[in-house]
């Protein structure tokens, strides 16, 4: 092929497009529409990912022991609880640190409260912080620390915390969105191609009669898809950039605050920049994609003329 | 140039159009095909350029055994054949002069050599002030000479015309025909087919007369025969 044949061809894709007024108006909208949804629901499941991993990063259990335990105690507990297999660590806390890091977290406002409250008279607990291997079996963990105290006639432990239902409730909406969310996009993606096929296929009987035109004036199947090729891709990319514009600004602007608590964990949402790229990206690809995709099956049943 | 041995064509709801055809045309003859409507004259044309193919027999153009062609072959065969259909077959998204053009970028002319050759086709069939008018914009005699422009724009080695002035006011008429007849001067081999009665027997050519499927008359300086 000549260059001057493929600058015709391009010439002649992008003509297509506007020959075809409604038609690629339709194609564009049909992009734009299946590639919306994709998009609304990748960027929620890329943000239930990012909760789900900064819950499991989160996820501890506070072993708070009793005032008067002392030294030996708090070392043997802290021996039972490593031997549990699940626990990949154990940090202790000892009162005066737990002291400094409480009036941290109050910032100045707590100041004043806790002024007074020094090493002597401190009102905290000894207290151990305990991670699971698994995140999600942090409640299985705290259920057997608090077992100790069965067969402790001391009963040194005080009380077991890793914030209950919260934690619960958010692994289960997790694990749920994160299973369901692959079939869901396998689903939206084909639910796409039937509605860009559907308008392909309308296309294709408005240009049925045009092709054979073609070819009974000698003009070989490539010579004919190549245009189509283009147009297809045109379309796609003009569509899939309308849905990336509007779906990243749209994101940007709900995205303005970036944060929130969910029980007793700090969620971070992920910033536009940080799903910019990807979601932008893929759906300018995958709509490209789609509209070749379209332009080359509707030309291909009636090149066999 | 064009030899056909013992054609026969049923479509497929079985009307059979044509019923044991021979016929030699040779290069550079100038051929009416004639007849009642209905009697085969497209079916004959349509043959040559492969639209149809025969249920059974010999065709070759141009050197080509027509039947026998491999699908990716067709086109090259139909670039030397300048086609007029009956229903004009314009694109319609096209303008006249893209739709002549058309024709040109197929075989992949230079652009500049493209703009200046439609240009002159258009001229000589008149529509050069209508060029960039869409086919629904043309009458059907405009349509039909854009038809003319593009099947005579390659200079193609056969000429297949099918009722080319069927639409045309007879001033028009004639004009096509001496355009044709020049072409045909200049080594084109050209068959028409024609209901023009005027036509035939004033510019005497061979006339070969089609009825129901069949030839039964072949002269070589004949008469168009039928009364209109
Ligand atoms: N695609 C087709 N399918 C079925 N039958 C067809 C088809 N095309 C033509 N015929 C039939 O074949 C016969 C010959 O048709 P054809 O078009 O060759 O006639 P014609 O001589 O060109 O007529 P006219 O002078 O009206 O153009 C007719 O009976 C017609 O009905
Ligand atoms: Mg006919």
Redo the contacts with the bound molecule.
Sequence with gaps: MKFSTVARHFREGFKNVGRNGWMSIASISSITVSLFILGVFMLLALNVNKIADQVDSQAQISVYLELDTNKAKAEEIERSIKRIPEVKNVAFVDKSEGLKRFKESMGEKGKKALEGYEEENNPLPDMFEVDAFDPQKIGFVAKQIEAFNETDPEKSIMEVKYGKESIETLFKITNAIRNIGLFIVVGLAVMAMFLISTTIKMTILARRREISIMKLVGATNSFIRWPFFIEGAIIGFVGSFLTASVLLFGYGKIMSKTSSTIGLYQINYLSLHEVGFVVGGTVIVLGTLLGVWGSTISVRKYLKV | MIDMQDIW?T????????QGINVVIDRNEFVY?V????????????LIYRE?VPTKGQISVNGFNIGKLKHRKIPFVRRNIGVIF?DYKLLPKLSAYENVAFAMEVIETPRRVIRRRTMEVLELVGLKHKANSLPAQLSGGEQQRVAIARAIVNNPAVIVA??PTGNLDPETSWGIMKLLEEINFRGTTIVM?T?NKEIVNTLRKRVIA?ER?SIVRDEVRGEYGYEI
């Design positions: 064509k479509y497929p709801d079985g009307t059979t159009a044509l095909i007849g009642p409507s209905g009697a085969g004259k497209s079916t004959f044309m349509k149809e009956q099918d009722e087919a209901h089609i499927g």
